[in-house]
C-alpha cells in the first residue's frame, strides 16, 4: 500500500469510534427515560426530556425527580450520563484534530512524493479519456501526477493512491507543482479545445523535451494543437468512426486489433530503445532473430531521424537509438528489454 493509499481521506476520520460513542450516548439516554417513566411517572415525552437534560448536564429546571427513588436514580445516572457525554465529546473532539493533523500530514507527504518524481508522466483532466489513460498508467505501473480540479474526481483518485494536484491544468504552477521539468510525457485530455492548446504552449515553453498527447475535440483544433507543441494529436470522434468502420467492413480485423488492446490474447505492443551498449548495435536482424530468442515480433523500426521501416527484412541492420515497435508477451517484453540494454 503507498503512503497516499494509507493516508486517504476516508482514513482520516475514524468513523467506528464516534458511531461507539454516539450509541453510547443514545443507548444512556433510552435508559435514563425509561428509568424516570418507571420510577418517577412521568410521560414519555417528560422522561425523554429530563434525560436528555441529564446526559448533557444542563440541569432541572421545569421538571425535577420527586421521590426518593427517583432522586436516588436521578443521583447514579447523572454521574453515568455525564461520563458517557464526556467520552462522546472527547471521542469527536480527538477525531476532529486526528482528521486534520493527518490530513496535513497526507498532504505533505503526497508533495514529497511529488518533488521526487522523476521520468513521469503528468495526465491534466480526469474525465472519462484521462481515467482510461489513468488505468493504462497504473496497469503498467509508471509514475504519473494527475491535475484536476473537479474535487469528487480528486477524493476518488486519493482514495485509490493516486498522486493528484487540485487545480486548473493551464495554471503554470500546477505544472511545476506537478514537476513538469522532471516529466517525459504529458497527457493534455481537457474537455475544451482552447483549454487543451493553452496546456500544451505552457508545458512545451516549460520543457523543451517533454512528449506531449493532446486530446482534440473538434477535427479544427488538431493543426492548432500541433503548432503549440503537442506531438500527437488524438481526436476521439475520428478514431471512434474509425474503429465503427473497420467493425462494418472488416469484422475480423476489427476483432483481432480489439483483442490486444484488450490483451485477451496475453498479446501487447510495445516500444523499445536499442541504447548505446546493447549486443544489438550493428547487427542484422537475420543475425540476432529476435523472433526465436526472444519470441517477439517486430513490426517496425523507427530510427533517430523519424524514419519509419515498416515489417524490416533479415538485412535491416539494427543501429543505436532505433525505436523497436514490437508485439509479444508480457514476459518476453521483459527480455528485449533487457537486450537491447
Known amino acids: 500500500m503507498s503512503t497516499s493509499q494509507s493516508l486517504s481521506i476516508h482514513s482520516f476520520f475514524p468513523r467506528q469510534k464516534l458511531v461507539y460513542a454516539l450509541v453510547a450516548v443514545l443507548i ?11 420510577i418517577e411517572g412521568f410521560s414519555w415525552g417528560d422522561s425523554f426530556y429530563v434525560a436528555v437534560q441529564t446526559v448533557t448536564t444542563v440541569g432541572y429546571g421545569d421538571i425535577t425527580p420527586v421521590t426518593p427513588a427517583g432522586r436516588l ?20 473532539a480527538q477525531a476532529v484534530f486526528q482528521s486534520e493533523v493527518m490530513y496535513a500530514l497526507g498532504v505533505r507527504m503526497r508533495r514529497r512524493e511529488m518533488d521526487n518524481l522523476q521520468n513521469h508522466r503528468i495526465v491534466c483532466g480526469a474525465g472519462r479519456v484521462g481515467r482510461r489513460i489513468i488505468s493504462q498508467l497504473k496497469r503498467q505501473h509508471i509514475p504519473f501526477v494527475v491535475i484536476e480540479k473537479n474535487r469528487d474526481r480528486v477524493a476518488a483518485m486519493i482514495e485509490n493512491g493516486d498522486l493528484v494536484i487540485v487545480g486548473d ?21 481537457l474537455p475544451d479545445d482552447a483549454d487543451n492548446v493553452y496546456v500544451v504552449l505552457t508545458a512545451r515553453g516549460m520543457n523543451e523535451k517533454l512528449h506531449i498527447v493532446a486530446r482534440a475535440v473538434e477535427e479544427e483544433a488538431e493543426s492548432k494543437l500541433i503548432r503549440a507543441g503537442a506531438n ?23 476483432d483481432f486489433m480489439d483483442s490486444i488492446v484488450a490483451e485477451d490474447m496475453g498479446l501487447i505492443f510495445e516500444q523499445v530503445e536499442i541504447s548505446a551498449g546493447s549486443s544489438l548495435v550493428d547487427k542484422r536482424l537475420k543475425d540476432v532473430d529476435l523472433r526465436v530468442e526472444v519470441d517477439v515480433l517486430i513490426v517496425a523500426i523507427r530510427r533517430e531521424n523519424s524514419e519509419m521501416i515498416f515489417h524490416p527484412s533479415g538485412e535491416t541492420v539494427l543501429l543505436e537509438g532505433d525505436l523497436l515497435i514490437v508485439i509479444g508477451k508480457l514476459e518476453a517484453m ?8
Open 73 to 92: 436514580f436521578a443521583t447514579i445516572f447523572i454521574l453515568f450520563g455525564a461520563g458517557t457525554a464526556l467520552y462522546a465529546l472527547t471521542a469527536v
Open 28 to 38: 444512556t439516554i433510552i435508559f435514563g427515560a425509561v428509568g424516570f417513566h418507571l
Open 232 to 254: 500527437r494529436v488524438i481526436a476521439p470522434i475520428v478514431i471512434g468512426g474509425r474503429s465503427m468502420a473497420a467493425a462494418l467492413l472488416k469484422p475480423a480485423l476489427a
Open 334 to 341: 521483459k527480455k528485449l528489454v533487457e537486450v537491447c540494454g
Open 169 to 189: 491544468a493551464t495554471l503554470e504552477s500546477n505544472l511545476q507543482k506537478a514537476g513538469v521539468e522532471r516529466a517525459v510525457g504529458l497527457a493534455s485530455c
